[in-house]
């Protein structure tokens, strides 16, 4: 490729997700269970064949389906955008590109102008409120986070030992996966999920469909007030880098404001400066992280930086534990 081959790759991007997009919606990868002509799809997809076609063609072209004389098949990449594929990809694809999250994105340039962020003005409200009022789209943001449990378990486990411990309160712990993970691995843990009402009722009924009713539930809490007492481990996954510095505070405080004085505190980000990430992940990390700008005014940090913000909460400077993939689990515990 050459540089212009790859600068027109760039510019056109945000085409090329939302073919994603579209691919989803009509069921393409759904409907491709088995080889199947063009004819076919588009009854199945109830599309016109024609224009399928060349949706198709580019699905081809970015290695999502073959065609052998006619015939489209998926390929391992492409199955990844699957309903139920373990990658969870396609909650992410129909995620990213939501309207109001296009809409915020468009406004990056106002955003760095301005050092916060432009989701709220463009859209009349915040991000919570507008899943709050989407059930359907809710549903999807909870699966694209759910998607990611296993990997932060993994990290979590290799960051804490658990023996001992009987209860843990995953704050903001969305629809339960990690909760659901961990207490899998861990057969004497109990947990709670303490998040947004509608949340938490998600995660009671998911962790109870994992089989895990009788050791986890949800608990409906709002962490700028307060979050559940008890807990000897807290974790906060994937918060604080949705919120500015007085915020995390707060978030902080609160989580502070319930955890006894031997209680413990797992935070799972991606630390901007921690060991071990490929180049691929590393981008990844610093394009999530003006998402955080555009949508919360919000940002991924240093291990400094959250520090910093653990100090101002309460809490001890944290140590940054080895990761077996590109979660870190930074570790802490109350200085008061
Ligand atoms: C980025 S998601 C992280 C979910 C999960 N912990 C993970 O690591 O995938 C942020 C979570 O914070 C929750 N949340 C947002 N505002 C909240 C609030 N004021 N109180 C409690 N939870 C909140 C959201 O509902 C969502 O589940």
Redesign the pocket.
């Known amino acids: 490729m050459t540089e212009s081959d790859e600068m027109l790759w760039m510019v056109r991007g945000v085409w090329v997700s939302l073919c994603l997009r579209a691919a989803c919606e009509l069921g393409v990868v759904d409907a491709l269970d088995q080889p199947q002509d063009l004819a076919t799809l588009a009854t199945r997809c109830s599309a016109n064949a024609s224009t399928l076609g060349r949706l198709l063609r580019v699905l081809v072209d970015l290695g999502l389906l073959s065609n052998a004389e006619g015939r489209y098949a998926l390929t391992t990449m492409g199955a990844q955008l699957s309903v139920g594929h373990p990658s969870g990809l396609r909650h992410l694809a129909m995620m990213q590109t939501e309207l109001p999250n296009l809409t915020a994105w468009q406004h990056l340039a106002d955003a760095i102008k301005r050092g916060s962020a432009v989701y709220k003005d463009l859209n009349g409200q915040t991000s ?1 409120e507008w ?1 709050a009022s989407h059930p359907a789209e809710e549903t999807v ?2 699966a694209a ?2 998607r ?2 296993a990997a ?1 378990v993994a990290a979590v486990l290799t960051a804490y030992d658990f023996s001992g411990v009987r209860l843990v309160i ?6 339960g ?2 909760l659901g993970e961990l207490l899998t691995d861990q057969p004497e843990l109990t947990g709670i999920v ?3 009402p509608e ?1 938490a009722a998600s995660a009671t009924a998911s962790l109870a469909a994992a089989g895990l009713g009788e050791r986890a539930r949800g608990e409906a ?5 307060s ?1 559940p007492s008890g807990g000897e481990v807290y ?5 604080l ?2 919120w500015d510095d007085a915020e995390a505070v707060m ?1 902080l405080r609160s989580v502070h404001a319930a955890m006894g004085p031997a209680a413990e505190l797992l935070i ?1 980000e991606t630390v901007l400066d921690a060991p071990g990430r490929t180049t691929p992940e590393q981008r990844d990390v610093h394009l999530v992280d003006l998402n955080m700008l555009v949508l919360f005014g919000a940002r991924e940090r240093s291990h400094s930086q959250y520090d910093k913000l653990l100090v101002a909460g309460g809490f001890e400077p944290s140590s940054l534990a080895q990761s077996p993939n590109t979660w870190n689990v930074l570790l802490t515990r109350r200085t008061i």
């Not at 995953?170 to 629809?175: E, I, K, L, R, S």
């Not at 809490?221 to 007030?225: G, L, R």
Request: hydrophobic residues 55%; without cysteine; aromatic residues 12%.
């Open positions: 919570w899943l943001f909870n986070m759910a990611r449990g932060q995953d704050v903001g712990g969305g629809q996966a990690m303490a998040d947004r949340v809490s709002d962490f700028f007030v979050v974790i906060l996954s994937n918060i880098h949705d978030i799972v």
